[in-house]
């Protein structure tokens, strides 16, 4: 893991000012059928009307589909820029999401608190991701579940052009994220024995890691 290690900041930074309305604008269509793929993942495991927390949600997108669903979602979320643009996008949307100003590695939420989390395309960029990790096991309620969905670090070029020509981007900003996979997200995503040696020391009763696309999906089980 030494290469992923080098490859962390040393602390948490957030998508800010021109760079999240941008991320806003021009990622939104692609994003969306994405999120909706992701809120069938929740709504195919948790309960009706369960207690859903998003940790780094970005602009809300998840958050949103899943309150629409009639999930209770809180977010969490590191940069200001981004908790108002997501609380301007649950207004427009007609949803109450409770969106605040926090770090993955000290969630301001009491124990105990959500029955699901969810955190999807974040995890990497994580400083301290074994606090996250422990974070997320402490206010999730017994029994709880947590998926965490990033990409994977030994993805092939093969796999990073698929997954592009599936999410309708064009132009520029085509060009920008499939550079964008292919070298930094690349470069900072963990192997699937990354996330082995991080969930082993935490206090996760059992976790299940399967392989979707560019990425994975990592189920942790209170």
């Known amino acids: ?63 949103v589909e899943l309150a629409r669903r009639g999930f209770g979602v809180t977010g969490v979320e590191i940069s200001a820029d981004f908790v108002e643009i997501e609380k301007r996008n649950a207004s427009e949307a007609g949803v109450a999401v409770d969106f605040r100003q926090g770090n993955a590695s000290d969630l301001p939420l009491p124990d105990g608190t959500f029955d699901f989390i969810i955190c999807s395309a974040a995890f990497k960029n994580f400083s301290e991701p074994l606090k996250a990790l422990n974070e997320m096991h402490r206010v999730l309620a017994a029994e709880g579940t947590a998926l965490i ?25 085509y060009w920008f994220v499939k550079l964008s996979f292919s070298t930094f997200l690349k470069n900072g995503a963990y192997t699937q024995s990354g996330f082995e040696e991080l969930i082993a020391q935490t206090a996760f009763r059992r976790h299940e890691i399967v392989k979707s696309g560019i990425g994975f999906q990592v189920w942790l089980y209170k």
């Open 149 to 173: 969905l990033d990409m994977n670090h030994d993805a092939t070029m093969e796999d990073i052009r698929a997954q592009m020509d599936s999410n309708g981007m064009k132009g520029l900003d």
């Open 1 to 63: 893991m030494a290469y992923m290690k080098k490859a962390r900041q040393k602390k948490d930074l957030g998508i800010t000012g021109k760079m999240a309305k941008w991320y806003d604008r021009n990622t939104r269509e692609s994003r969306l059928a994405e999120m909706g793929q992701y809120a069938d993942l929740v709504s195919g495991y948790a309960a009706a009307g369960a207690k859903v927390l998003e940790v780094a949600p970005g602009p809300g997108y998840l958050s």
